[in-house]
């Protein structure tokens, strides 16, 4: 609807044809490197933003406006979200095309206390390794 609505306008057609573009490149969405997707997912959000803009302008809105569009239209939470949900949906495509497997671990029920214990160690490793995260997302 684009084209249609904003027939005759260059940079809206120019803007939305590189978005269209970055979403046709299946090459990067499908890449195994997480950096490039979240990459992908960055352009998006820009060209989006850079479309929105431009569109805004056509329509005589003022860039302070599109700003704040801009700042608050796509939350970093939804983009953290998103690039895990691709995550998750390449690891079920790999183990699907048999080319990742879950791990699974064999318990030996007969030993309660050393199960707990296994658990605990477990967890703390976990949760240091989730600290540590954070800690590298903040410095960022």
Do not use: C
């Not at 805004?56 to 796509?74: A, F, N, P």
Request: proline fraction near 3%; charge should be negative; hydrophobic fraction near 35%.
């Amino acid at each position: 609807m684009v084209e249609i609505e904003f027939y005759g306008e260059q940079e809206v057609s120019k803007k939305f044809s590189a978005l269209l573009e970055t979403y046709n490149d299946v090459g990067r969405w499908k890449s195994e490197d997480p950096d490039v997707r979240r990459r992908v997912f960055q352009d998006v959000e820009d060209q989006v933003a850079d479309l929105l803009n431009e569109l805004g302008r056509v329509l005589g809105y003022r860039l302070e406006q599109i700003k704040l569009l801009r700042g608050g239209y796509y939350p970093e939470a939804f983009s953290v979200r998103d690039v895990q949900e691709a995550e998750i949906r390449e690891f079920i495509q790999q183990l699907k095309r048999g080319e990742k497997a879950v791990p699974i671990d064999v318990l030996d029920v007969r030993h309660p206390r050393k199960i707990l214990e296994q658990a605990r160690e477990t967890n703390e490793v976990l949760s240091a390794a989730a600290l540590d995260e954070v800690k590298q997302e903040g410095a960022r």
